[in-house]
């Protein structure tokens, strides 16, 4: 039974991340291995840098969850003493807006982070 039940949820459900191209961790290995970054970096508190290079802790986030990273990149660089950076991954056009949104904010608000856009 539980062999048919997985059946049915693999086949209907599709992959885990059908609303994207690739997963965050997929981005975030090839450009913190070309910036020679550590990936998955642990803070003390156990909560983990998604790519800590020797300059930057840099979170790396679809772009619907722009303001997420925020928040994100300013604790890790507060924990690493490294400049807060967003990785914003942009998989289509219509994500631009989320890339606008990022920086207005960063802009408005003088906020010391360096942003990258990421496409596939």
């Known amino acids: 039974m539980k062999r048919i039940l997985l059946a049915v949820l693999l086949t209907v459900g ?3 991340n059908a609303q ?3 997963y965050e961790s997929w981005y975030q290995s090839r ?3 070309a910036q020679g970054g550590q990936m998955e970096y642990r803070l003390p ?3 983990r840098v998604d790519c800590l290079t020797d300059t930057h802790a ?3 986030d679809f772009g619907k969850k722009w303001a997420e990273a925020i928040g994100q990149s300013l604790y890790y ?3 690493t003493g490294k400049r807060a950076g967003v990785a914003l ?3 289509s056009d219509r994500d631009y807006k989320y890339w606008i949104r990022l920086n207005t904010t960063i802009d408005q608000y003088s906020l010391p982070i360096d942003a990258w856009i990421i496409r596939p």
């Open 14 to 16: 599709g992959p885990l």
């Open 20 to 22: 994207n191209l690739h």
């Open 31 to 33: 450009w913190c291995i």
């Open 45 to 47: 508190d156990r909560t």
């Open 58 to 60: 840099v979170e790396f």
């Open 77 to 79: 660089s507060l924990s």
């Open 89 to 91: 991954i942009l998989e």
